[in-house]
């Protein structure tokens, strides 16, 4: 990051400070959610990813961030009103140092570079099932106007000036750094060359007059936005380490390169001598996506979710933010942050040659096993660290055995030869444990689950607000094993159709696991949507009764009628997760080496 100690300003220091009463004033964020049009919050939602640099092919990172995008703005879509409007972004990050670089390195034009790239990451979303309603690329015409305007607004608010900037730059990771951040590292040739500490991606010396954005006035600004809203960075240690990071000194912050040094980028707007910074640029396409400049962003904005990795938290939460309030507009109303991805102990990277490419986990494991995969297993908060044989075991265990085999055990035609819902008998299972008359058969276990299934999509809505989603999945997966308990203990297959003794409880076991099943189904949309498809096709849930609202779970228990009972079961009798044989050629030689 920039510091004041680099810089040597050649402009006007003094400008007036940042007036923050206007139409987007900071009392919004002590009064509760943030909103621009109150009419609008509750029913708009805005999921962003980060844009992706094309510098190189997606790995299973990129592909996590996505994910975890799609996974909150699915559930959002299943917990509100069909006709609620849900926007969500994704896209690619085109413009700048690195790119330019990495175009040359390549013997390509910077266009070339990013339109092969670009398509690679648009090919694995798709296939991956990430349901962007827009894809943003930032070399578009559209993304220009935004980011000139939004230049226009910052300069028209005296918050730009001219001055030089005299310190390191990493390219790789597009920053600027005080020489606190830089070390010393032996470089091919085995002199020291200096990289950022907390990447370890080369840095040069930088002097060059540049625009200059007065960050520095807003550091309080921040400090009162975090502190009015202390779920604005989740999970709760990033929000503690941005208010730490603000606690120190906030420079200024250069905003433009030279155009002859950069020159893959948006020109300053009235100096072609200077291209605006990348990040700036960047920042931007969470605006251009919902019609800015148009009036029309002001019904989006900011009822925003922006997903990011912890790389980029200094960007989203300090920088961002600062722009946003600078040029009259309100911080996001939530940034949810990750952790990375390590293969085999290491950071992936190129040169080490250990970047897992995401497109032959979805082919080996399906779409569904590793979306299941990486959600199930990514945690926030720390780093998680991807084998094979882990992806194997998880989904043989959960997916397969676990949730496969009791849609199986209970949909069978030799335990289930009528290929209905069965009837919900209420004398079997009352909703008073103790209530039971003579055909009373249900113990206290049984109604654990039912209390448990009851309350999970209470618990897996906690999980998903506070960016939990292994959590949401645990929970499920809890069930599943509870559920399976429960068949295993009434073990239905003793029982018999033509007993009028077996054939009432026989029912109920049976109504009771397939009432389960359709809340695992309907809670799994967001994470497997195909696979979550098929278990409620088989169960002969319509597309109109998978929203949350539509849950009702087991009415009969609670004293309601079920439109299930009696319902045919839907014809797709297939394997819903095959098990992953462990013999497959590539996983004997993943042993090998
Ligand atoms: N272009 C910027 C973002 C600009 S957003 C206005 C950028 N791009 S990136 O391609 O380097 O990273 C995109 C996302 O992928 C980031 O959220 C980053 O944290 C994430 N990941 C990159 N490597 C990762 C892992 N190894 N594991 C998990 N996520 C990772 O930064």
Known sequence: MLRISALRLLGR???????????????????????????????RAYFTTPIFYVNAAPHIGHLYSALLADALCRHHRL????????????????????IQQAAAAAGLAPSELCDRVSAQFQQLFREADISSTDFIRTTEARHR????????M??????????????????????????????????????????????????????????????????EPLQQWLRGDPQAITPEPFHHTVLQWLEEELPDLSVSRRSSHLHWGIPVPGDDSQTIYVW???????????????AEFKSWWPTTSHIIGKDILKFHAIYWPALLLGAGMSPPH???????????????????????????????????????????????????????EKVVKLLDSELADALGGLLNRCTANRINPSGIYPAFCTACFPSEPGSAGPSGRAQAEDYALVSSV???????????????????????SSCVRQTNGFVQRHAPWKLNWESPVDAPWLGTVLHVALEC????????????????????????????????????????????????????LGPETGVLFPRLDQSRSWLVKAHKT
């Not at 003094?14 to 049009?37: I, N």
């Not at 917990?79 to 690195?98: I, M, N, Q, W, Y």
């Not at 290491?346 to 590793?370: A, E, H, I, W």
């Open 334 to 388: 939530r940034i949810y942050v990750h952790s990375h991805w390590t293969v085999c102990g290491q950071k992936m990277s190129k040169s080490l040659g250990n970047v897992v490419d995401p497109r032959t986990c979805l082919d080996r494991y399906t779409v569904d096993g590793f979306r299941y995969f990486l959600l199930r297993q990514g945690v926030p908060s720390w780093d998680c660290d991807y084998y094979d």
């Open 154 to 219: 910052l300069k028209a608010r005296g918050l730009l000036y001219k001055g030089l900037y005299e310190g390191w730059y990493c390219a790789s990771d597009e920053c600027f750094l005080p020489e606190a951040k830089v070390t010393r590292q032996p470089g091919p040739s085995g002199d020291l060359c200096p990289v950022s500490l907390e990447s370890g991606h080369p840095v040069s010396w930088t002097k060059e007059e540049n625009y200059i954005f007065r960050l520095s006035q807003f550091r």
């Open 280 to 294: 700036l640029d960047a920042l931007v396409n969470y605006l251009t996506v919902i019609g800015y400049p148009n």
């Open 454 to 476: 009851a309350t999970l999509p209470e618990q897996v809505a906690d999980h998903y607000d506070n960016f939990q989603i292994y959590k949401a999945l645990e929970a499920v």
């Open 79 to 98: 917990r509100v009103p069909s006709g609620a409007a849900t926007g969500f972004s994704t896209g690619t990050d085109e413009h700048g140092l690195k």
């Open 517 to 568: 099943l359709r809340v695992f189904g309907t809670l799994l949309q967001p994470v497997t949507p195909s696979l979550a498809d098929r278990l409620l096709s088989r169960l002969g849930v319509s597309s109109t009764e998978r929203s949350l609202g539509e849950l009702h779970f087991l009415s009969r228990f609670y004293g309601h009628p079920s439109p299930f009972e009696g319902r045919r």
């Open 13 to 43: 220091r003094g400008a007036s400070r940042v007036s923050l009463s206007e139409d987007f004033s900071l009392r919004q964020y002590s009064s509760g959610p943030l909103g621009v049009r109150d009419d609008t919050r509750d029913s």
């Open 145 to 152: 106007v935004a980011v000139q305007h939004f230049w226009g």
